[in-house]
């Protein structure tokens, strides 16, 4: 499993299209030829871009899912909402479908962040918010999530 490093300000064109950054592009080199899959976020109003074996891995977990169970039909189905395979052109850019792009807001400005193997892809202001958001508790979220870990690595 591949993990993504760094976060990057980019543009969006009228059409939805993202130039990706070199340093990124080098990141997903890759991963080109399988191509992307890019949905709507769980918990917030950004995109999560998954290389195809990221996702491929993701779903047969789902698939695991028993079906006649209600709650899971209704999970894979707000889960894969908006699903779409894309890739990334010979200029380095990807184009965003434009209800994904009315769903996370995505305006001229945008922030694509590494999380850990998948990207997020933010309007920046709502990026911008969102951390915001999470500074106020960190310390506090940081200690529950990762505090009770009995890894020695784990600093």
Same mark, same amino acid.
Not at 63 to 70: A, E, H, I, M, T
Not at 119 to 128: A, M, Q, R
Not at 130 to 137: H, N
């Given at each position: +499993? ?16 993202? +130039? ?35 996702? /491929? ?18 999970? $894979? ?12 052109? +010979?200029?380095?850019?990807?184009? $965003? ?23 997020? $892809? ?23 999530? +990762?505090? /009770? ?7």
């Amino acid at each position: +499993m591949q993990h993504f490093i760094g976060t990057y300000e980019c543009k969006a064109d009228e059409k939805g299209r993202i +130039m990706l950054p070199i340093s990124l592009k080098k990141q997903l080199s890759d991963k080109l030829k399988s191509g992307f899959v890019i949905k709507r976020a769980v918990f917030n109003s950004c995109l999560e871009l998954y290389p195809s074996k990221e996702w /491929d891995d993701l779903m047969l977990r789902i698939n695991k899912l028993n079906r006649f169970n209600k709650k899971n039909i209704d999970f $894979i189905r707000r889960f894969t909402a908006g699903v779409r395979k894309i890739e990334i052109d +010979m200029s380095g850019r990807i184009l $965003i479908p434009k209800d994904l792009i009315s769903h996370a807001n995505i305006s001229k400005e945008i922030v694509v962040s590494s999380a850990v193997n998948i990207l997020e $892809i933010w309007d920046k202001d709502s990026y911008e918010n969102a951390i915001d958001d999470a500074k106020i508790d960190f310390g506090n979220l940081a200690e529950e999530v +990762m505090g /009770d870990k009995k890894d020695e690595n784990v600093s």
